[in-house]
């Protein structure tokens, strides 16, 4: 029988993929998908988008659940509730159907996340938790590589149906290990639900993730900047009145922890500004005459950079410390999506080149990060903590794609001729801007990270 650490591990390891598997293997059954539903592009664009919606608004409330309900009896249900969503959406008449189903998905998605993750880090002592990290890392590149070819598998064995339902071994799984592995819940005292703060908390993120959205779409956005204003003010509204509660919602007050906040902006200007030039990028190597399968095959020397990024970062940090690695990491990014903006049509080997700069860049200021957003938070604060984590990692990738689609966009109503090339490079200077928080490195360390 493992160690609790690990079994704790084990689950949250398995709920994370279990995400992973959900958000990246569905976009392969959309030909299929659009031709039996009879949905358009920007309708198909909503399958993604009802899961991540989902996904964000419902975060803030997992530490208060996971306190009223327990932290067991609160992760079997949403994995019941996820795959139960699962199995309806793959049997979905209708494209509306559809889109209910995977918002419903993401509303259980939200809830198993922070719960998983507070729980595993909890287990760990500070020395163990760069590990953890690691082991996460490496979770995170695996699966978006290999979920879009199963589910291209799953689509010519099957249909856009199996695809949709690729989840529930994993979810049933997870079933297994949290009745089999997690120990019954202490009862433990809830604050008393904040109404007013959930439901601005609630409104103000799902207004927020619309108008990123709508803000990366031509045709909406007025309308997505006219949502963006509602989602600062439902903020504002919801943080003058945490700061007069003794027990918020969410403790905002974390963010004044510098690690994490450090750990936050890393995670929006690296991770995030590179999900979003991959629209730019991909659109400049098919004008460069690039196919699609060979814009796709640039990914594995993405994937083989991050592996070594992610395998070196623990012996990097006890070397050089956590401020040195992320000035690289940044630098690395910054170097790879500048070249590409400078050299338009890169031959195959040097693009791949180009990536694998990008994706060393990008673990190492990935991994930097998550070891250091929970350095220092013990206790109770950990399910806050890893609810900030979470909302700020969905949030990044809507925000890096929405920034860098008006960057294009924006660019090419001026410098039509080089548009992608301005893309990019304003991309790499997005990527630098966390520099401007190590200006002392010395108030960051880590201890040294044990297996």
Avoid at 21 to 30: E, K, L, P, S
Avoid at 61 to 87: D, T, Y
Avoid at 299 to 326: H, Y
Wanted: hydrophobic share 60%; with cysteine; proline share 6%.
């Amino acid at each position: 029988m493992p160690s609790p650490r690990l079994r704790h591990e084990a689950i949250f390891l398995l709920v994370f993929a279990l995400d992973l598997v959900n958000m990246f293997i569905a976009t392969v059954a959309y030909p299929a998908l659009a031709a039996e539903l009879h949905a358009d592009v920007g309708t198909l664009a909503w399958v993604g988008t009802a899961y991540m919606l989902g996904l964000s608004v419902v975060i803030p409330l997992a530490p208060w659940l996971a306190a009223r309900c327990g932290e067991r009896r609160l992760l079997l249900v949403a994995l019941l509730l996820f795959a139960a969503a699962a199995a309806l959406a793959g049997a979905a008449p209708g494209i509306g159907w559809l889109l209910g189903w995977r918002l419903l998905q993401g509303l259980a998605g939200g809830l198993l996340i922070p719960v998983a993750q507070a729980a595993a880090y909890r287990q760990c002592t500070p020395d163990q938790r760069g590990a953890l990290t690691r082991r996460i890392l490496l979770v995170a590149l695996l699966v978006p590589a290999l979920a879009p070819a199963l589910g291209g598998l799953l689509v010519q064995w099957l249909s856009w149906r199996g695809v949709l339902w690729a989840s529930l071994p994993l979810a049933l799984m997870a079933i297994g290990l949290v009745l089999a592995w997690m120990p019954a819940d202490v009862r433990r005292t809830a604050p008393r639900l904040q109404a007013h703060a959930l439901s601005t908390a609630m409104t103000a993120l799902g207004a927020l993730l619309l108008a990123l959205t709508w803000l990366g779409e031509p045709g909406h956005r007025l309308a997505g900047s006219g949502l963006l204003m509602v989602a600062v003010v439902l903020a504002v509204i919801h943080l003058r009145h945490a700061r007069r509660q003794p027990q918020p919602l969410l403790r905002w007050s974390l963010l004044f922890h510098r690690s994490l906040r450090l750990a936050m902006l890393v995670y929006l200007a690296v991770p995030g500004v590179f999900i979003g030039s991959q629209l730019v990028s991909t659109l400049q190597l098919h004008q460069a005459g690039y196919s699609a399968a060979r814009i796709g095959a640039l990914m594995l020397p993405w994937a083989l950079a991050s592996a070594i990024a992610i395998t070196a970062s623990k012996r990097l940090l006890a070397r050089f410390g956590p401020a040195a690695v992320l000035r690289a990491g940044m630098f690395l990014q910054a170097s790879g999506l500048l070249a590409m903006a400078l050299l338009p049509r890169p031959a195959f080997a040097l693009a791949g080149l180009l990536f694998a700069l990008m994706g060393a860049g990008g673990s190492l200021c990935s991994s930097t990060a998550q070891t250091l957003a929970f350095h220092g938070v013990e206790g109770e604060a950990l399910g806050d903590a890893s609810a900030l984590w979470n909302l700020n990692r969905q949030l990044s990738f809507c925000l890096g794609t929405a920034a860098l689609a008006l960057l294009l966009a924006l660019a090419m109503q001026w410098l039509p001729a080089r548009a992608t090339g301005v893309a990019l490079g304003l991309a790499a200077a997005l990527t630098l801007l966390p520099m401007l928080l190590l200006r002392r490195p010395k108030q960051l360390f880590l201890p040294h990270s044990g297996n």
